[in-house]
C-alpha cells in the first residue's frame, strides 16, 4: 500500500477513479529501479537529492514517488562509522566540556581528547566522521533487492493504489470466479458479508464488524488488504462507496485495473486517528517492559467482534493486556461500544474514554478499567494502569527465583542477569548474591575488586581508572571507585583525578 498523499485519482463525473498507469509507464519505474541500484553504498540524502532531481524531470512527481515509496521497502540502510555514534558523541561532549570549545583549534583539541578514548587507530577526524552518522540522511544504502522487475514494479504499484483508494471505504461489493478464495478472506479479516442475488451474479457485499462506518474508517485497511485476494481471481468486478471528505463517491475495479505481481506486499502501520498515532508514538519512546501490538486479534463480543486499537505484551510472560481508545461523541456510538464491552469476558481491558462522552462509570461497572482523558492519551496514566499488572507478574516471576542467585561470571549487569532468567529487572533487583557485591547495578566478585584496588590508586587520572575497569566490564565508574574508598576530584578542565573518598 501507499500513504494517502501519494494517492493519484480523478473525481470526474461525479466517481472516484484512482489514475492507474500502464506499460508506457515501464521507462520510468525502470529509471526508479536504476536510482536505487545506482546508489548502493551512497547516503540517504544523495539517494532524495537523485530522486528530486528525476521527480524534477518526470510529468508526474507522485508517480515517482509512488515507485520510490515501494523500492524504499526493499532497501536496507545501514549506519557505518569508523566508531559508534553514540559513543563518539559521548565522549566528544565530555571532551568539549573539559576544553571549553570556542575556536577551531578548540575543537580539534577536543576531538582529539575523545579519540584518546578509544583505541590506539582511532583519530580525531575519525571521531569527528562519526558523531552523526546515524542521522536518517547519512545512513547509508547498504543493499537494495527489488522483488520486481520493471513490469512487475508497475503492477504491483497499480495494486498499492487501488489499496490506497480503499482505505475511506465504507461497503465494498465483489463479483468473483474465485468466491470460495473471497469468502475465506474475508472471514480471515474478521468482516461482515452477506451474499446477494443480482442479474449480474452472486454479489458478495463486505462490511465490518460494525455499521459503524460514518464514525470509524478502521476497517478501510482490511479492505484494502482484501483487494488483494480479489485481484488473484481470473475474472472479478469490485464495487466501493468511498466516504471521500465527506461525499459519498463510488469506485469500481476490475481485473483489467489491478494484477497481483505474485509476491506479498508490506504494509505500512496506519492509525485511524491522530489520537492513536500520538499515543503509539509517545508509548514505544519509553522502552517498557511491555510492546505495543497494533490491531490485535478480535475479541468475541456476543454475536459480533471487537477490534481493540491497540494490545500490550509483557516481555517477560505470556500475558497481553487490550486497550480501546473509545473518542467518537454519537450516542449510538457509545451505547453500541458499551453493548460490546459487556459482552467481553475473560480478557484484560483498558479503555480510554473520552471525558466529554461521560462514560467512565459506565466502562467501570463492566469490570473493565476506565482511563479517562481529554484531547491526548495521557501515556503516564497508561503506564500507572499497566503497573498494577507488572507489580503482580514481576512478584511471580521472582518468587519463582531463588532467594539467592549464584552468577557464573566475574562481573555481570542486573541487565544481563535479568535476561539469562528470562525476567524483568525489577524481579531480580532484591534477590541475594552470596558470591557478588553489588556496584551500582553490576554484580562484582570480591576478588575482582581486589584486583582493581590494586590497579587504582590516589593520584591516578579518572581516563586511566576507567580504561582499568573497563577491561573487567565495568562501565560504571563511579560507583565502583566509590566501592574501592576512592572518589573523583574535578580540577577545572583539565579532567578528573582519583582521590581518597574521605579527602
Do not use: C
Not at 514517488?65 to 569508523?82: H, I, S, T
Not at 542521522?135 to 533487492?145: I, K
Not at 482505505?167 to 478464495?181: G, L
Not at 486517528?273 to 511491555?290: H, N, P, Y
Amino acid at each position: 500500500m501507499l500513504t494517502k498523499d501519494l494517492l493519484r485519482v480523478s473525481r470526474a463525473g461525479g466517481g472516484f477513479h484512482p489514475q492507474f498507469v500502464d506499460a508506457d509507464r515501464r521507462e520510468l519505474a525502470a529509471r526508479v529501479l536504476g536510482v536505487f541500484q545506482g546508489h548502493v553504498d551512497h547516503t540517504q540524502a544523495e539517494l532524495d537529492d537523485a530522486l528530486q532531481s528525476l521527480e524534477r524531470e518526470a510529468d508526474d512527481f507522485k508517480l515517482v514517488r509512488g515507485f520510490a515509496k515501494l523500492l524504499d521497502r526493499e532497501a536496507r540502510f545501514e549506519v557505518r562509522a569508523p566508531v559508534d555514534p553514540h559513543r563518539a558523541r559521548e565522549a566528544a561532549f565530555a571532551a568539549s566540556e573539559a576544553v571549553g570549545v570556542v575556536t577551531a583549534e578548540d575543537r580539534e583539541r577536543a576531538l582529539e581528547r575523545a579519540a584518546g578514548r578509544f583505541d590506539a587507530d582511532t583519530d580525531a577526524e575519525a571521531v569527528a566522521d562519526s558523531l552523526y552518522a546515524d542521522l536518517e540522511d547519512r545512513q547509508v544504502l547498504a543493499a537494495v533487492d527489488p522483488r520486481w522487475d520493471p513490469d512487475e514494479l508497475v503492477a504491483q504499484y497499480n495494486l498499492s493504489l487501488g489499496q490506497t483508494a480503499l482505505f475511506d471505504a465504507t461497503e465494498v461489493r465483489v463479483r468473483s470466479s474465485d468466491p470460495k478464495a473471497l469468502v475465506s478472506a474475508v472471514k480471515r479479516l474478521r468482516l461482515m458479508y452477506e451474499v446477494r442475488k443480482t442479474d449480474a451474479g452472486r454479489e458478495v457485499v463486505v462490511t465490518g464488524p460494525d455499521a459503524l462506518f460514518r464514525a470509524t474508517r478502521r476497517y478501510g485497511t482490511r479492505f484494502a488488504r482484501l483487494l488483494r485476494t480479489v485481484a488473484k481471481a481470473d475474472d472479478w468486478r469490485l464495487e466501493a462507496t468511498v466516504d471521500d471528505r465527506g461525499t459519498e463517491r463510488t469506485m469500481t475495479l476490475t481485473d483489467a485495473d489491478v494484477s497481483v505481481p505474485g509476491v506479498e506486499p508490506v504494509t505500512d502501520v496506519s492509525y485511524d486517528s491522530g489520537v492513536e498515532a500520538e499515543f503509539a508514538t509517545r508509548f514505544e519512546s519509553l522502552d517498557l517492559d511491555w510492546d505495543l501490538v497494533r490491531e490485535p486479534e478480535p475479541l468475541e463480543a456476543g454475536a459480533s467482534v471487537a477490534i481493540p486499537d491497540f494490545a500490550f505484551d509483557y516481555r517477560h510472560a505470556d500475558f497481553r493486556v487490550f486497550f480501546e481508545i473509545m473518542g467518537f461523541w454519537t450516542p449510538e456510538y457509545v451505547e453500541k461500544k458499551l453493548a460490546q464491552l459487556d459482552a467481553i469476558d475473560d480478557v484484560e481491558l483498558l479503555v480510554a474514554v473520552d471525558e466529554d462522552l461521560g462514560a467512565g462509570e459506565a466502562i467501570k461497572a463492566r469490570d473493565h478499567r476506565a482511563i479517562p482523558y481529554s484531547g491526548t492519551v495521557r501515556v503516564k496514566d497508561v503506564r500507572d494502569a499497566l503497573r498494577r499488572y507488572e507489580d503482580e507478574l514481576v512478584a511471580e516471576s521472582a518468587a519463582a527465583l531463588p532467594d539467592e542467585l549464584v552468577p557464573d561470571a566475574d562481573v555481570v549487569t542486573i541487565e544481563s542477569l535479568a535476561a539469562e532468567y528470562g525476567v524483568s529487572q525489577s524481579a531480580v533487583e532484591d534477590k541475594a548474591f552470596p558470591e557478588h557485591e553489588r556496584v551500582g547495578r553490576t554484580l562484582v566478585r570480591p576478588a575482582v575488586l581486589g584486583e582493581l584496588a590494586g590497579r587504582i590508586e590516589v593520584g591516578m587520572d579518572l581516563d586511566e581508572a576507567e580504561t582499568a575497569l573497563d577491561e573487567y566490564g565495568i562501565d560504571d565508574a563511579s560507583a565502583a571507585l566509590s566501592a574501592l574508598g576512592y572518589r573523583v576530584a574535578w580540577e577545572g578542565l583539565s579532567g578528573g583525578t582519583v582521590r581518597e573518598r574521605d579527602e
